[in-house]
């Protein structure tokens, strides 16, 4: 199976950027490296993926290392709504969607 | 878009009778929905995958006939805990996601925590 490592926890003071690490040194070629969230007492949230290029949404940006062993999620100015687990999944098919404890991310006012 | 709906969001049953969780993909069709179970503290564990008109595929240790699971439209899947007792108690998380060829982006709903007394 597809594994992921994250720190357990990092904290980020309000507005400022968070850079939350991923490594995937197990990636395969066809994986899709998936960021979820999830805030206390509720269900995860889609934050954004991506196979090979950054990729940027409304929520965040992801960077892809050249290699693809690694990835991070970049939360461009942390608000006190951004504290939760953050996910970081490989997956492809459907085959190896997999939760790891994740890296709680707790931001300071 | 790709709003999934789960309810109830808490439930609260005696130990021995059976609840059902339903969950909704109010905006999109779902070709595989998934049901996830979490403890205090920790990580989502995958329960079971279905797919519409078909039985669902159970993870290893967790009990198809105490977990009862329909898919029976593209919309809407059911969880039913069967003579339900205190070590089932948890958060029951469910979630959709549309064919997509090897991308598979799920979305969740908000959960249902059961409490059994």
């Known amino acids: 199976d597809a594994k992921t490592t994250q720190p357990n926890s990092m904290e980020s003071n309000e507005e400022e950027p968070v850079h939350l690490p991923c490594n995937h040194s197990t990636i395969s070629g066809t994986d899709y490296i998936h960021w979820y969230r999830q805030l206390p007492s509720q269900g995860p949230e889609y934050v954004i993926h991506g196979l090979t290029s950054n990729v940027n949404n409304r929520m965040a940006s992801l960077a892809i290392a050249e290699d693809r062993k690694s990835s991070t999620l970049i939360l461009h100015r942390a608000t006190l709504r951004d504290a939760a687990v953050y996910y970081c999944?490989?997956?492809?098919?459907?085959?190896?969607?997999?939760f790891g404890p994740g890296t709680r991310l707790s931001v300071l006012p | 878009g790709a709003v999934v709906s789960q309810h109830p969001s808490r439930v609260i049953c005696k130990s021995g009778t059976s609840v059902k969780i339903e969950c909704r993909s109010l905006d999109f069709q779902a070709t595989t929905m998934f049901w996830y179970r979490q403890f205090p503290k920790q990580s989502l564990m995958l329960m079971a995958t279905?797919?519409?008109?078909?039985?669902?595929?159970?993870e290893q240790g967790v009990e198809k006939d105490k977990f009862l699971i329909n898919h029976a439209s593209l919309t809407l899947s059911t969880l039913t805990v069967t003579s339900a007792h205190p070590e089932d108690s948890s958060f029951y998380i469910c979630?959709?996601?549309?064919?997509?060829?090897?991308?598979?982006?799920?979305?969740f709903g908000a959960g249902t925590r059961l409490s059994v007394l």
């Open positions: 279905s797919n519409e008109g078909s039985k669902a595929t159970y």
């Open positions: 979630s959709a996601s549309q064919d997509r060829g090897s991308l598979n982006i799920q979305y």
């Open positions: 999944i490989l997956d492809n098919y459907g085959q190896n969607f997999v």
